[in-house]
């Protein structure tokens, strides 16, 4: 019914809508990401260094989320609600 609740009548239209700032975020994000893991993955290859090389996937698991995140971005409710199970 509306008018029960304190939120305004369009919250659940806004949440199924995504802004373009926050696909441009995502995409910065991902870029920086994906750069550092290659960065760090080169780096440890290089010194022989076990820690740069587990701190390189902690920015490939991260890139990897923002990657899933822009290619449910646009999708329905329930499939982004899908993805974030992964």
């Known amino acids: 019914m509306p008018g029960c609740t304190n939120y305004p009548s369009d919250v659940a239209t806004a949440s199924n809508t995504f802004d373009p700032l ?3 975020v995502l995409w910065i994000a991902l870029i920086a990401n994906a750069g550092m893991f290659l960065v760090e993955i080169i780096a440890s290859q290089l010194g022989d ?7 390189a996937l902690d920015f490939f698991s991260d890139a990897t989320n923002y990657a899933i995140s822009l290619f449910v971005l646009g999708m329905a409710l329930h499939l982004r609600a899908r993805a974030s199970l992964i």
């Open 22 to 24: 926050f696909r441009r």
């Open 49 to 55: 260094s076990i820690s740069l090389q587990a701190d």
